[in-house]
C-alpha cells in the first residue's frame, strides 16, 4: 500500500496498482538491488540500522515493530524464554539473526532464504520455531491456522524505506510520509493491513529521522522538486 500511494504522490493519476514495478527481495539482496538500480526504492519490513545506512540511505522510519516467535498451532512448551537448544528458522541477511542471538543465545538457528522457507520447514518440523518481524508473523497467522505467535515481540525494529545513497530520495520521500502522517492516509493503510488483523487503535507513527541510520536535517522536498 506504501509503494502504490508513494507512486501515485510521485506521478499522479487514479490507479495506484498500475503505477508500480514490484521485485522481490530477500533480506540478502535488499541493498544489492538498490546499488546496481534495479529498484528505486524498497519497503520490506526493512530495519534500519547504521550498518546498513552505510549502504543506502533510510526515509522514516514509518512504522515500529519486534522480532517475534512463531510455532506451531499445538505447541504448548515454546516461547521466548524457552529457545535454548530449540531448532529456530531464520531468513538470511535478516536482523532476526541478531536479534535472536541476543536474546537466546543457545537456540540452534537454521537459515533459509526467504520467508516461504521458513514457514515450509516449521510447518514439516525440520525447525520447531520461526523468528522474524511481527508484522509479517500478522500475515502468516491470517492466512494459516495450523501456527501461532507466542508472547510478544522481545525487540523493536523502525522500519525505513530503502534508497539509493547519496541522491536526492530521502528528503523527497522522508516529505511524502510525513505528508500521509498529516493528511490521515497513513492511519488509513494502517487499519486496512495490520489493523485488520490486531485489535485497537492505530498507533502514533514514529518522528522521521528519530533512529540511528534514519537522521535527517528536515524534510522540504515535494513533488516535482
Known amino acids: ?7 501515485r504522490y510521485i506521478i499522479g493519476g487514479d490507479d495506484a496498482r498500475a503505477l508500480l514495478a514490484i521485485t522481490q527481495v530477500t533480506p ?17 519490513t526493512y530495519s534500519i540500522t547504521p550498518e546498513r545506512d552505510k549502504k543506502i540511505d533510510f526515509a522514516g522510519p514509518y ?14 512448551t515454546i516461547g521466548v524464554s524457552d529457545l535454548a537448544g530449540v531448532k529456530v528458522a531464520v531468513q538470511s541477511g535478516s536482523s532476526s539473526i541478531a536479534a535472536l542471538q541476543k536474546a537466546a543465545p543457545k537456540a ?12 515450509s520447514a516449521l510447518k514439516t518440523k525440520q525447525v520447531d520455531a520461526y523468528v522474524v ?17 507466542v508472547g510478544d515481540p522481545f525487540t523493536e525494529d523502525p522500519y525505513g524505506i530503502g534508497l539509493p ?15 500521509i502522517y ?12 495490520i489493523g485488520a488483523v490486531t485489535e485497537g ?25
Open 1 to 7: 500500500a506504501l509503494g502504490q500511494i508513494l507512486a
Open 28 to 44: 540478502d539482496t535488499r541493498e544489492t538491488v538498490l546499488e546496481n538500480g534495479s529498484v528505486q526504492a524498497v519497503i520490506a
Open 63 to 76: 512504522y515500529s515493530s519486534g522480532q517475534a516467535v512463531l510455532v506451531r498451532a499445538d505447541d504448548e
Open 108 to 119: 540452534q538457528q537454521k537459515p533459509f532464504d526467504d520467508h516461504n522457507g521458513c514457514l
Open 133 to 149: 518481524d511481527y508484522s509479517i508473523l500478522l500475515g502468516a497467522i491470517q492466512a494459516n491456522d495450523d501456527i501461532k505467535i
Open 165 to 179: 545513497q547519496g541522491s536526492d530520495a530521502k528528503a523527497f520521500v522522508d516529505a511524502f510520509l510525513q505528508t
Open 182 to 193: 498529516d493528511d490521515g492516509t497513513w492511519e488509513s493503510i494502517w487499519k486496512a493491513t
Open 201 to 225: 487503535e492505530a498507533p502514533q507513527p514514529p518522528a522521521l529521522g528519530s533512529v540511528p541510520g534514519s537522521e535527517t536535517a528536515g524534510a522540504s522536498a515535494s513533488p516535482g522538486a
